[in-house]
């Protein structure tokens, strides 16, 4: 008989990905999603199943994790043998703005669903995966984090996540269930969020090449991050499930790189080289050149002039506004328990994951260009 998964945040990136992946396998998927007046199920449009089909292998729920009770009543209805809790307040910058929230949501939420296992008696059926962060590490204590290292969290974000780790790790001692924490590192795809870094870069170079945009503004450029591809943690996910004994990992490629650097590879993908100067609040980064022939397969020549014509000019900035009060420097993951133990590597390297996110984004924003060009078209002949 197939196996039965909860996934809360099942319309994030992470959600979506474990959700095709499980379905792959064989999986009857069940997701929990907050309602909202607009659609928020982009990501899982193309796994979703009308209610009326029979023997359906998707099946998504009204929830939320602040309510107990809601939680509970679904978990009761679904009987997992998995649940992967997924669903966060996940950007660090806004938990400073909403810290009670945060921690309503990403630390509690947790327990919610520990006691809902343990309330329901289904501890002896049900494993649970707990979506723990690396910026439980802030600031660092050693180098590369490992299981062992101590945490220093930096973040409402950080420290809601901490306790979520602990009373997993808590409930599995106090009530031998097989709950395990994931310490993932950051993991980043096409489907990653608009307001994240590796997305907010990819999407705005896209949009700069394409005439859209003039420039962006970023925070911190000399942050480290070990930077993976959200297909790959996912395997990671289940992995950790299918073990004998329940267990905490990092899973990480072990390789970090400045958001400065991911920048100037991101520009690299489609033929523009970016050059920076200054430091801190006054460092900007400029066009040095342009590899016409690579922009041309990458982006399309009715655009190479309009960029060529841009060389010198500004088109990275440094907004005060998107520090964080306290910042994460440096994080890189020593995965070697999760590649021993699980027998897990990553396909994708930090090149493939830009090129995979690039691709996307030139191809989405390309889409957009060609509506705006239009509706312009369309203004000026009825003028």
Known sequence: MSKT??????????????????????????????????????????????????????????????DSMNITRIIAEVQPDEIYNLAAQSHVKVSFDTPEYTANVDGLGTLRVLEAVRLLNLVSKTRIYQASTS????????????????????????????????????????????????????????????????????????????????????????????????????????????????????????????????ICKSFDKIGIAVEFTGAGVNETGKIAGIRSEVFVERVGETYLKRIQNRIGETIVKVDPEYFRPTEVELLIGDATKARTKLSWEPRYDLDALIEDMMQSDIKEMKKEAYVSEAGYRILNYFE
């Open 5 to 66: 998964a909860l996934i809360t945040g099942i319309t994030g990136q992470d959600g979506a990905y474990l959700s095709e992946y499980l379905i792959k396998k064989g999986y009857t998927v069940h997701g929990i999603k907050r309602r909202s007046s607009l659609f928020n199920t982009n990501r899982i449009d193309h796994l979703y199943q009308d209610p009326h089909q029979e023997n359906r292998n998707m099946i998504l729920h009204y929830g939320d994790m602040t």
């Open 135 to 262: 910026e439980l590490y802030g600031l660092v204590q050693e180098i590369p984090q490992k299981e062992t290292t101590p945490f220093y969290p930096r973040s409402p974000y950080a420290v809601a996540k901490m306790y979520a780790y602990w009373i997993t790790v808590n409930y599995r001692e106090a009530y031998q269930m097989f709950a395990c924490n994931g310490i993932l590192f950051n993991h980043e795809s096409p489907l990653r969020g608009e307001t994240f870094v590796t997305r907010k870069v990819t999407r705005a170079i896209s949009r700069i090449a394409l005439g859209i945009q003039n420039e962006v503004y970023m925070g911190n450029l000399s942050g480290k991050r070990d930077w993976g591809h959200a297909k790959d943690y996912v395997k990671a996910m289940y992995l950790i499930l299918q073990q004998d004994m329940p267990d905490d990992y990092v899973i990480a490629t072990g390789v970090t790189t400045t958001i400065r650097d991911f």
